[in-house]
């Protein structure tokens, strides 16, 4: 059965390790016809969330029109959610997390996803898995699929890759 997929890449580097990781999954997941739709953060100029709680009142939307709204409902709408990111200082990078606050008006309302996790790093991943997992687990019967991590270029690690295009076409 097709699923809705979404694929949030956070890092700075187009076409970098983690994205060129995203778009492994990508390839899989429409190469099994999936809806898949990718997301590249830093194509998208966002504000921080301001802690105003106005998305915590009935109308449940964040004042701030800057693009993000697109993305949260493709993330409530989704079946199956990709998170990715370079690791830095041992922890996600800033992007995903100023992203992950961003969500606040939904973060509680994504319920049963699938959600697997894209990291890479130079050579130690430290505690980055613990914010994602974190962040992951105040929504509704969450399943942790699967966790790609890659050190070094990844370009050169073609076993990795079609590992994650794999995981992408039997999502
Ligand atoms: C600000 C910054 C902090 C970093 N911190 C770490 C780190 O804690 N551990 C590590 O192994 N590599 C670290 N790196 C290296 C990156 O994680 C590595 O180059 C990664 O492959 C980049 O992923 P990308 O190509 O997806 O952006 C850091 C790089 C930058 C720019």
Redesign the pocket.
């Known amino acids: 059965m097709s699923k809705n997929v979404i694929v949030i890449s956070s890092?700075?580097?187009a076409g970098?390790?983690?994205?060129t990781m995203c778009d492994e999954f990508v390839n899989g997941a429409l190469d099994a016809d999936n809806a898949v739709v990718k997301y590249f953060l830093e194509d998208i100029r966002f504000h921080a969330c301001k802690a105003c709680y106005k998305c915590k009142t009935p109308e449940k939307k964040c004042f701030q029109e800057d693009g993000l709204a697109e993305v949260l409902e493709k993330m409530l709408e989704a079946d199956v959610i990709v998170y990715a990111t370079?690791?830095?200082?041992?922890s996600m990078c800033g992007t995903l997390k100023r992203f992950f606050d961003r969500c606040y008006p939904i973060f509680r309302d994504l319920e049963n996803k699938d959600y697997y996790i894209i990291t890479?790093?130079?050579?130690?991943n430290?505690n980055v898995l613990q914010g994602i997992r974190d962040f992951i687990s105040f929504s509704k019967n969450p399943t942790e699929k699967a966790v790609f991590s890659a050190f070094g270029d990844v370009k050169s690690q073609p076993e990795l890759l079609k590992e994650i295009y794999e995981a992408g076409f039997h999502c």
């Open positions: 890092s700075p580097r970098g390790n983690s994205d370079p690791v830095y200082y041992f890479s790093a130079g050579s130690t430290g």
